[in-house]
């Protein structure tokens, strides 16, 4: 399966850069591209990254402290309403962090 869709990097290479040593997104970056055009690949390539004991990006552990879902499950649709209060539980969490 494609990581990264703009330079053709599958989850089996970014896995090898994972395993010479890459341990963040950076790192994997310099060995197979992936991550540095778009970025679109970036929450799989950290999610990657956990699966191979990588500490988790501070959005990951934010996430997780909310309770939200993970990126890789589909979310229900959002209110086209800009002033519904999705943002206060956020706000109130990173307030605490």
Do not use: F, W
Request: glycine share 8%; charged share 20%; hydrophobic share 35%.
């Amino acid at each position: 399966m494609y990581v990264c869709m703009c330079h053709a990097v599958t989850e089996a290479q970014v896995k090898r850069e994972i395993e010479a040593g890459a341990n963040s997104p950076r790192q994997v970056a310099k060995g197979c591209k992936a991550g540095t055009d778009c970025g679109s690949c970036v929450r799989r390539i950290q999610a990657l990254l956990g699966e191979h004991g990588a500490r988790p990006c501070p959005t990951a552990r934010l996430a997780a402290k909310l309770g939200l879902n993970d990126p890789e499950t589909p979310q229900p649709a959002r209110s086209a309403d800009p002033h519904a209060p999705t943002a206060q539980p956020v706000r109130a969490a990173l307030r605490a962090a």
